[in-house]
């Protein structure tokens, strides 16, 4: 019985841990991560309302094209995202404007692969839903 009773308190521990790291860390702090080689941006989406929201992502390149994934219990930006593709993006001090496409199949499998999260990071955020990835293609 005391085992269980350590279990559980381990438990409640991590799903703190896992609360803290993602509402106080990546939501509400949104780490620019400059100590690290994990290239950034910030993307600005637009809700039904109008109203705009910004949000810091790691970005990913492969073959020239910019991905960046919703791997994260919060994930209001990608809605957003969908809802509206056409959004803002800073990058490298640069601000310019983006269709955000929703990659799936051979294009998903490949840059997945390509790109995986470190285990490390899915226990920090406590093995979070299936990621889903957006290709952000520059406005013409």
Do not use: C
Not at 78 to 89: E, W
Not at 99 to 124: G, K, N, Q, Y
């Amino acid at each position: 019985m005391k085992i269980l009773k350590w279990f559980g308190i381990l438990a409640a521990a991590y799903i703190v841990l896992v609360v803290l790291f993602e509402t106080l860390f990546l939501g509400l702090y949104q780490p620019k991560l400059e100590g690290t080689e994990l290239p950034m941006l910030v993307i600005t989406t637009t809700d039904d309302s109008g109203a705009s929201s910004d949000r810091r992502l790691a970005r990913f390149d492969t073959d020239g094209k910019i991905y960046v994934s919703a791997h994260h219990w919060t994930r209001g930006w990608h809605s957003r995202a969908l809802g509206n593709p056409n959004v803002q993006v800073e990058m490298d001090g640069a601000i310019g404007d983006y269709l955000a496409v929703s990659v799936t199949d051979e294009e998903f499998d490949r840059v997945a692969r390509e790109h995986p999260i470190p285990i490390r990071f899915v226990v920090m955020m406590g093995f979070p839903p299936e990621r889903e990835i957006l290709r952000l293609d520059p406005s013409i």
